[in-house]
């Protein structure tokens, strides 16, 4: 429902329909809808994995390569998955409610894709510096990603999105083995 629809088309009476129960029955299978919804994310994120780790080891062996593959990677699933991949940055719990463990283990878990080529590349940095650094690196992808795929003003058609963050990637990376040495 949510690939075809995005979160604004979540309903839980349809989707109670859909699987052949009570609306209340969905409630025996998850808490809440936030549950529903991250749980949804959960599968999107170990999707999104495969997708990675097939591209980290798709080709050429050197960091910034991988590191490139994973980045165009990133940007493919989320054009092939469009209203899965919004989802799991647009939905927003209450202020008082804690996401759970779980679901931020599924998240972080994505960041070893960037943080080993990273490691290679920066033996010096500490892990806390390279965790920052990773994340750093995942914004500006993401960042380009987000804006590129919008069906606005800054869309950017995927071919030529797709080049444009490797040459970033390729970019941040020489700059940052350059401040490093």
């Known amino acids: 429902m949510i690939a075809e629809r995005g979160l604004a088309g979540l309903k839980t009476r349809d989707l109670a329909r859909e699987i052949g129960c009570a609306n209340g029955a969905v409630y025996n299978l998850v808490a809440d809808v936030d549950e529903l919804i991250l749980r949804v994310g959960s599968r999107t994120l170990l999707r999104l994995d495969k997708a990675l780790s097939a591209a980290e080891s798709a080709g050429e062996p050197s960091p910034q390569e991988a590191l490139v593959r994973i980045a165009i990677a990133y940007c493919d699933f989320a054009a092939e998955n469009l209203q899965l991949w919004r989802a799991l940055f647009e939905h927003r719990m209450e202020a008082d409610k804690i996401v759970p463990d779980w679901s931020i283990e599924d998240q972080m878990q994505l960041f070893r894709h960037i943080y080993q080529p990273l490691s290679a590349l920066l033996p ?58």
């Open 124 to 181: 010096k940095r500490s892990p806390e510096e390279l965790s920052i650094t990773a994340r750093s690196l995942f914004s500006a992808v993401h960042g380009m990603v987000a804006l590129g795929l919008e069906q606005k003003l800054v869309a950017v058609p995927l071919p030529a999105l797709r080049k444009e963050i490797a040459g970033l990637v390729r970019a941040m990376l020489v700059g940052l083995v350059a401040l490093a040495e």
